[in-house]
């Protein structure tokens, strides 16, 4: 279940201070619409999405040091609680049934450090990616957003696309990519 209420910039600010109040290191990239959050062209999102280089044990005992529960030890979804705030991480470069291509990490945007926490944003290309393999009518619309506001070279977005996808859980990844061309030109 995803949030009532939906998590702004400075609900997404408490929760990276919280976390780098602890003095540990970690990266987290931002993903969907969290990293649109961090770029101001989206005023919030649904709940925090992260994909972390940290393995599993070591962000449970940071996130259980910072008072966060946790609601799903999925490796698929890993889901966490700050009060009525969702966080939901994903590991080892898979997002939802999505294994990025190997360059995901080089790609990515380094936004800022706080203390021993180093910020990124996932690059444009795989966070596209990641919604169309979801492909809800919001996806569709975020998408569409990067795509007007981020400089997205649609014809590289493809290419990636279609490299991707077919080792990925993606169902109808074909199906979904035209659906968004479709929408695209409308």
Known sequence: ???ILNSSLKDLEMFL???ADLNQGIELFALGGTAMVLKNIKESTKDIDFLTTLKYEELKKMFKLAGLKEKSS???CN???LNNTRIDIFYDAF???TALPNDWKELSEHVRDIGKLKLYIL???DVIITKIARSEPRDIEDIITIIRTQK???DRLKKRYYETAPTSLISDYDTKFKHLEGQIKK
Do not use: P
Request: net charge positive; aromatic share 24%; glycine share 4%.
């Open 152 to 154: 997205i070279d649609f």
């Open 1 to 3: 279940m995803k949030n």
């Open 74 to 76: 999925s490796r698929i």
């Open 79 to 81: 889901i966490w609680y």
């Open 123 to 125: 690059n444009w290309y």
């Open 95 to 97: 997002i939802l049934g």
């Open 17 to 19: 201070q919280l976390i």
